[in-house]
Nanobody, 126 residues
Framework: QVHLVESGGGLVQTGDSLRLACSAS????????MAWFRQAPGQERKFVAA????????YFSDSLKGRVTISRDSNKSMVYLDMNNLQPEDTAVYYC???????????????????WGQGTQVTVSS
C-alpha cells in the first residue's frame, strides 16, 4: 500500500524560498512517477512538477518553470519540491502524488494519480 506524507509547509513572506518534502512508502520513488500538485481555495488541483517514470526526466508547470525544482533521494524514499521567490498567488495546499502506470500525456492530470498524500499548507503573505 502506497503511503505519502508531505511536510515543510508554513507561513512565509513574499520573495522567500521553501522546500517541501514527500516521504513515500510502498512505492519506489526512483521508478514511479512522483508528482507535486497544488490546490488554492476554490480552485481545482493543478500540476506543479513531476518525475516521469519511464524517462526519469523532470517536468514542470509552464507557469512555475524557473521558480521550482523537483528532486528525489531514492535511498531515503523522499521527493522534494524547492520553490523560490514565492508570491501570494503560490498560497495553496501542496500535494504529493505517485503513479506506477501513468502515461506521459496524462502527467499533468490529477485524475490520473491513484495515490495522494494529505497535503501541506503553504501560505505566502504580502
Amino acid at each position: 500500500q502506497v503511503h505519502l506524507v508531505e511536510s515543510g509547509g508554513g507561513l512565509v513572506q513574499t520573495g522567500d524560498s521553501l522546500r517541501l518534502a514527500c516521504s513515500a512508502s510502498g512505492v519506489s520513488v526512483g521508478r514511479a512517477t512522483m508528482a507535486w500538485f497544488r490546490q488554492a481555495p476554490g480552485q481545482e488541483r493543478k500540476f506543479v512538477a513531476a518525475f516521469f517514470r519511464s524517462n526519469s526526466r523532470p517536468y514542470f508547470s509552464d507557469s512555475l518553470k524557473g521558480r521550482v525544482t523537483i528532486s528525489r533521494d531514492s535511498n531515503k524514499s523522499m521527493v522534494y519540491l524547492d520553490m523560490n521567490n514565492l508570491q501570494p498567488e503560490d498560497t495553496a495546499v501542496y500535494y504529493c502524488a505517485a503513479s506506477s502506470t501513468i502515461i506521459l500525456s496524462s502527467l499533468r492530470s490529477p485524475a490520473s494519480y491513484a495515490n495522494w498524500g494529505q497535503g501541506t499548507q503553504v501560505t505566502v503573505s504580502s
